[in-house]
């Protein structure tokens, strides 16, 4: 199994509404691309300027099922709406 970390720093303007937008499109992607076998989004109550603001962690059969979900339309789609808001980006692939 590969896991599959996302954690993100947004813009401070509108970033709460952006925030519920995003977590909302990344969750629609599990029933859109068979390869993402789960995703599970948090948006950080915590405040702290210091910290990431959303982490994803998503989950896949194969290092193959993850390159089908980075490359997907779809997840493609989320990416353009995600990065014009992002202001830091962290990533971490591992297999379980």
């Known amino acids: ?10 813009k401070e ?3 709460e509404v952006f925030m519920k937008q995003a977590k909302q499109e990344l969750e629609d992607l599990v029933d859109t691309i068979d390869e993402l076998k ?19 962690t998503s989950t896949f059969d194969n290092k193959e099922g993850l390159k089908v979900y ?11 709406l995600i990065k014009p808001m992002a202001i830091g980006r962290w990533v971490v692939d591992y297999e379980v």
Do not use: R
Request: aromatic letters at 6%; a neutral charge.
């Open 38 to 56: 789960g995703m599970e989004i948090g948006i950080n109550y915590l405040g702290d300027d210091k910290m990431p603001d959303l982490s994803l």
């Open 70 to 80: 980075a490359t997907h339309p779809a997840h493609l789609k989320v990416v353009q």
């Open 1 to 10: 199994m590969i896991k599959h970390i996302v954690l993100f720093k947004f």
């Open 13 to 15: 303007e509108n970033k």
